[in-house]
């Protein structure tokens, strides 16, 4: 039979995924494959209960998930990449009768234009400052919280990863707008 604390953590975890499960969702999903995207939030989901004590109380909760969140996809990403190694290693041992092509992180939908280029060819550090600002919609302090950085260093990143973007944005365009992510052609 559950206990009176049982009924009171389940029913505050519920609370919690119930106002984090669809931020974390977006978030995963603008930085990896939906396969990818739905492991980390399984990941970040089953952290969050068990270090449900640890999430800060009211609005600061968001950005603490966040970087769970983050953790977590960097934790998928470096599994996909050891799975990646290991079936090349694999195939080039005993290489299968037909090559297919991997699958890529294009899910079909329409072009995302020239700021997503832009931010893609920045460095990972700069990208990712823009993303928690401009897509996640993150003040600098709540930043801080998802990067485990002072707010100060967050304005001072933002700041550069701002200068950096409208840089490539204007390279970008000079070059006739056809550089894709990475900086190559088109």
Known sequence: MPSDDDA?????YEALAGEVL??????????????????????ALLVLWRRLDEVPAGEAALPWCYGVARWCLANAERSARRQRFLARRVAAVDPPPEVLPPAGDDDGGPDPGPVR?????????????LRLWAWEQ??????????????????????????ELAEQLRKDEAAGGQVGP????R
Do not use: C, F, M, Q
């Open 22 to 43: 669809e931020p974390l969702r977006r978030y995963l999903a603008r930085r990896a494959t939906s396969g990818t995207a739905d492991d980390a939030l399984s990941d």
């Open 182 to 185: 990475g900086g190559g052609a």
């Open 138 to 163: 993150l003040a600098p302090a709540d930043i801080a919280v998802v990067l485990g950085v002072t707010p100060n260093a967050v304005s001072i990143r933002l700041h550069r990863a701002k200068k």
């Open 8 to 12: 009171e953590r389940r029913a505050r």
């Open 117 to 129: 280029d832009a931010v893609a060819s920045l460095r990972p550090a700069s990208a990712e400052v």
